[in-house]
């Protein structure tokens, strides 16, 4: 998820807050979930390097796989149809 994604999540439920009157949210802080990028002819990157917990790095076609599930979870739900 990227850091507007979070943020967008963040500012609904702060506003949502903000309108009940009941505004004591904490501010907005990121959490970096690694990056996947795919490259072509069936390879790709993933990098979790960065993270918090669990620290990863992958190439090739099991990165690709990776990408690819997490292209089709957010492509296909039922709020994109």
């Known amino acids: 998820m990227?850091?507007?994604?979070?943020?967008?999540?963040?500012?609904?439920?702060?506003?949502?807050?903000?309108?009940?009157?009941?505004?004591?949210?904490?501010p907005f802080v990121f959490h970096n979930m690694g990056s996947l990028a795919y490259l072509g002819d069936w390879q790709a990157v993933y990098d979790r390097t960065?993270?918090?917990?669990?620290?990863?790095?992958?190439?090739g076609r099991l990165?690709?796989?990776?990408?690819?599930?997490?292209y089709f979870t957010r492509t296909l739900s039922y709020r994109n149809k």
Do not use: C, F, P
């Not at 960065?50 to 190439?59: I, L, M, R």
């Open 50 to 59: 960065k993270t918090e917990h669990v620290q990863t790095k992958e190439a």
């Open 2 to 26: 990227t850091v507007a994604n979070q943020q967008a999540k963040y500012v609904t439920k702060k506003l949502n807050k903000t309108i009940k009157g009941k505004d004591h949210s904490e």
């Open 63 to 70: 990165a690709w796989l990776l990408w690819r599930s997490a």
